[in-house]
């Protein structure tokens, strides 16, 4: 996968950092035990002297030089373990002069001998997706501005009591974002325009970006737009951020308001793409729609409707347009 440059320079300059702090920490520790105890400073500086004796022994050319090594080798266990009984002796671990890395497998450099490293490939990832959630132009949303109060004395079409579903629904959505994994299931949430899907939705995927993991969010028809501009070449090469790649492989993707964008061959294929492969892949999505389940399957064809249904738990959110009970109250 390409990023951009911006994209990469954020991310090295992270590792670069982290380098330079594990770096710092490690000439700290061995200035702090050189003070304190000075056998170890000696210690060390012959364990240095044997780099250039090595250097030494391999330009000489010697025949007996596999042995000299291997002597060589030996002086240097028995040095290191003098070093760990002395450090011990004086209340400090074995292994406390031993490099302490953020990433032990790159050891902050960013690449292994196979490529780029793991620690690496997570940054370029999360902070693509933050730029492309910054392309949303969504609302901030968050469990601490989800008011109960609208869905008080209402009905649902069947009668029951609106504020007590929404708050079911209200605390199973924190508890899910309280207990996210990347085995959590996938949530379908519908019901009528302004009712809360958005808002919750989104209050998820905030708490679950919170948390440490890669929340990739937008609305179905913005993401569409995104990924047709990229797909048929009308983004230049800084824009380009597959953003097919990006969705397909969040921990957590909430796709908002599907149904709303305009039907087509290519978006239906995309879409289904995207379900599809987070399904293979046992990851989790959060899809919210203003249309019924039967508004679905006259709108989407069966692979898709086949995969929601059969794949997702769903969630029925009720109450009346809050942006219009807002708008009456003086709120907006």
């Given at each position: ?54 250097s ?60 780029r ?17 910054g392309?949303?132009n ?79 969010y ?15 070449g ?24 599907l149904?709303?964008e ?22 989790p ?16 064809n ?23 009970i ?7």
């Open positions: 996968m390409s990023y951009d440059r911006q994209t990469y320079e954020k991310a090295e300059s992270v590792i670069n950092s982290r380098r330079l702090s594990s770096q710092s920490e490690n000439d700290r520790r061995q200035k702090e035990i050189e003070i304190k105890i000075p056998e170890i400073r000696e210690i060390n500086s012959q364990l240095s002297r044997t780099i250039v004796d090595i030494k022994l391999i330009i000489s050319k010697k025949a007996n030089i596999k042995e000299s090594l291997a002597d060589i080798k030996e002086k240097n266990l028995q040095a290191q373990k003098l070093v760990e009984g002395l450090l011990t002796a004086n209340g400090y671990p074995a292994d406390y002069l031993k490099p302490k890395y953020y990433c032990e497998k790159c050891r902050d450099r960013g690449y292994t001998e196979y490529g490293c793991d620690c690496l490939l997570n940054l370029l990832k999360k902070y693509s997706i933050e730029k492309l959630n392309q949303a969504l609302p901030d949303c968050d469990f601490n501005h989800f008011s109960l109060e609208y869905y008080r004395g209402k009905k649902d079409a069947d009668g029951d009591d609106c504020f007590e579903i929404m708050k079911n629904i209200y605390e199973f959505c924190r508890n899910y974002a309280e207990s996210f994994s990347l085995k959590s299931e996938s949530l379908l949430m519908y019901g009528k325009t302004g009712v809360g899907k958005t808002h919750l939705s989104l209050s998820i995927a905030k708490a679950v970006a919170e948390r440490g993991f890669n929340a990739a937008g609305s179905i028809v913005n993401l569409l737009t995104i990924i047709e501009r990229e797909h048929f009308k983004v230049s090469e800084e824009e380009n951020m597959d953003t097919v790649n990006l969705l397909v492989n969040a921990d957590l993707l909430v796709l908002d308001d149904g709303a305009f039907s087509s061959q290519f978006y239906e294929s995309v879409t289904y793409n995207i379900i599809n492969s987070r399904i293979n892949l046992g990851l999505t959060i899809i919210s729609t203003n249309l019924t389940a039967a508004e679905l399957q006259k709108k989407y069966e692979r898709i409707i086949s995969r929601i249904f059969g794949e997702f738990s769903t969630l029925c959110l009720v109450g009346e347009d809050i942006r219009q807002k708008r009456l109250n003086g709120e907006l």
